[in-house]
């Protein structure tokens, strides 16, 4: 029987549920145990892929080519586990197939109600996770707060399958906010015994309560949450903010948890856990090392979680090459308006992430014209290799009438198009290029030589876009300098390209980000990274200064 962990939110949103749900997945999986992980989405969209990232970070893509929340990004990176569309569901996604099925019958006429047709759906879906994935625990996390009226339907689903699979098979977690007053100095914890009143009166009771709080959380603080909210004082887990992302799951290491997860759910570990590989990735996090800058050059950089991964895998690769990355973060719009450049001429390498529209595109351009000029490393995600090939392409031909047609439909240098498979699409959710496709490397390219495998090797990449390279154009910029790196092994499509003699100027169509772990950096970020570090050490002799 697969185990359950539900997890909840109290008090506030962005309170960390979703790292701590991450973390709480890593002790269990170092204890032997299979661990997969879902997340409810209560918003009605269907998934997040035509939402703006201001609204809500990043959309993460997984290998079978859902779009998820960003969370599901913190799962993979923290469990190191491949997740599939299972492990994120949405109440737009539920009442779609509950709405389908009534429409074709399938409910012989009956009335539909919360009650039991879209519990019985999300219950669906949370044992759809255990078959798929074989797993011995999967944990569950319900965004937003409780209290929030479109979390009612999955909170009660979760109450339902308390029942279903036997509460000895299911625990729940209630992850919440304490506030410090500064006039008095002290935190507060009625918040949290009105947050889990709130919870218990929809028929659940918490088994473990995570404190979050930006102050230590004393010993009789702890008692007190235990008495009032009817839990063990072990069973109170303070949580500490730190300035290091990835200590949490040592941090819970040290309170027990996993320990008190398995008595209560009756588990066994198969071995002792090894947190020496983890705790060396936090010291070396925070050792002392020399910095490089990099610029990420984007249009929605009021939000840094709209580059989350992007952000998490450059600091991966500068763990690995034992130095600290600082992250300028450059408006595309400034660019273009004249400002910022001051910003960009004093970093030591550029990155341009993916996006969508035309706002701020001709600032992203004048980043590449810049890195190309200057022998500047670059790295292009996405549209950030679309760019750079527009770029060149303005270059190589003398003109600025090169472009995509996704910012001008009229272009007469069409140097990126519309997909032939994409041109008769009209819905935009879920219809692009999404997932994981194969892409061969050429030999003797820096993108071959970064992924050092054996000649002429495929490699798997996660796709998100629409747009590709025009094929009528490989032969003419070819011919001026640009290496076509990585091709679909079918030859149609570009995967990779690079400019020839630069240092490192190189983008990809797909998203490496998505796929770099903490403990084992993407090698194209990797790559960029030592380039990065070459170019800080021919300009400065020190090679940056440690913090």
């Known amino acids: 029987m697969t185990k ?11 309170v960390g549920k979703g790292v701590t749900a991450a973390a709480m997945g890593r002790t269990l999986k170092e204890r032997g145990l299979k661990v997969s992980i879902q997340k409810l989405d209560p918003y009605i969209n269907v998934d997040p892929g035509t939402m703006s990232p201001y609204q809500h970070g990043e959309v993460f893509v997984l290998d079978d080519g859902a779009e998820c929340d960003l969370d599901l990004g913190h799962y993979e990176r923290f469990i190191d586990v491949s997740l599939s569309r299972d492990c994120n569901v949405t109440t737009g996604q539920i009442y779609s197939e509950v709405i389908g099925k009534e429409r074709r019958g399938d409910y012989l006429g009956g009335t539909i109600q ?7 759906e999300i219950k669906r879906r949370m044992a759809l996770v255990a078959r ?3 797993a011995d625990v999967v ?3 319900v965004g937003g707060t409780v209290g929030d009226i479109e979390s009612q339907p999955f909170l009660e689903a979760m109450r339902q399958m308390r029942t279903d699979v036997g509460r000895e098979n299911a625990l729940f977690v209630h992850v919440t906010w304490l506030p410090f007053i500064g006039a008095t100095g002290e935190l507060k914890t009625k918040p949290t015994q009105h947050s889990v009143r709130e919870l218990r009166s929809l028929g659940l009771s918490p088994d473990i ?10 010993a009789d603080l702890r008692q007190k949450i235990a008495l009032f909210c009817d839990v063990t004082e072990q069973a109170v887990i303070p949580m500490v903010t730190t300035d290091v992302l990835y200590e949490v799951p040592l941090l819970l290491e040290q309170q027990r948890v996993a ?17 020496s590989r983890w705790q060396a990735l936090v010291e070396e996090v925070r050792r002392p090392k020399a910095k490089v800058r990099v610029a990420m050059v984007g249009k929605y950089v009021e939000l840094q979680d709209a580059y989350m991964s992007v952000r998490e895998a450059l600091k991966h690769a500068a763990l690995a090459l034992s130095r600290e990355v600082e992250i300028e973060w450059v408006h595309s719009v400034d660019l273009e308006k004249g400002r910022a450049w001051e910003q960009l001429r004093g970093v030591d390498g550029i990155v341009v992430p993916g996006g969508f529209g035309s706002r701020g595109i001709e600032g992203k351009i004048a980043a590449a014209r810049h890195a190309r000029e200057n022998a500047v490393p670059y790295l292009g995600l996405c549209l950030g290799m679309q760019i750079m090939c527009v770029e060149f392409a303005r270059y190589a031909f003398g003109t600025d009438d090169a472009n995509s047609t996704e910012f001008d439909r009229g272009t007469r240098l069409p140097v990126i198009d519309l997909m032939p498979e994409q041109r008769s699409i009209a819905d935009l959710g879920g219809t692009m290029r999404l997932g994981l496709y194969p892409c061969q490397l050429t030999p003797g390219t820096k993108a071959d030589e970064a992924y050092d495998l054996p000649a002429g090797a495929i490699v798997q990449e ?10 009528i154009y490989r032969e003419p910029l070819a011919a001026k300098g640009l290496v076509f790196s990585g091709q679909s092994p079918d030859g149609r499509l570009v995967e990779i390209a ?10 990809t169509q797909f998203h490496p980000e998505f796929l770099s772990r903490p403990n084992r950096p993407h090698p194209l970020f990797q790559a960029f990274v030592a380039a990065v570090i070459a170019r800080r050490e021919a300009t400065d002799p020190n090679g940056g200064e440690a913090h």
Do not use: C, K, Q
């Open 462 to 471: 996660r796709h998100r876009h629409r747009f590709e390279f025009n094929n």
């Open 259 to 275: 320990d008190l997860i398995l008595g209560r759910l009756g588990l066994t570990a198969s071995r002792a856990p090894d947190w």
């Open 209 to 218: 309560i995570v404190a979050r709080s930006d102050h230590p959380v004393s």
């Open 498 to 507: 690079e400019v020839a003699g630069h240092p490192f100027m190189l983008g």
């Open 132 to 134: 798929h994935s074989g």
């Open 139 to 141: 944990l569950v996390e």
């Open 114 to 120: 919360v009650i039991p047709h879209i519990t019985n």
């Open 4 to 14: 359950y962990i539900f997890i909840t939110g109290g008090v506030v949103s962005s």
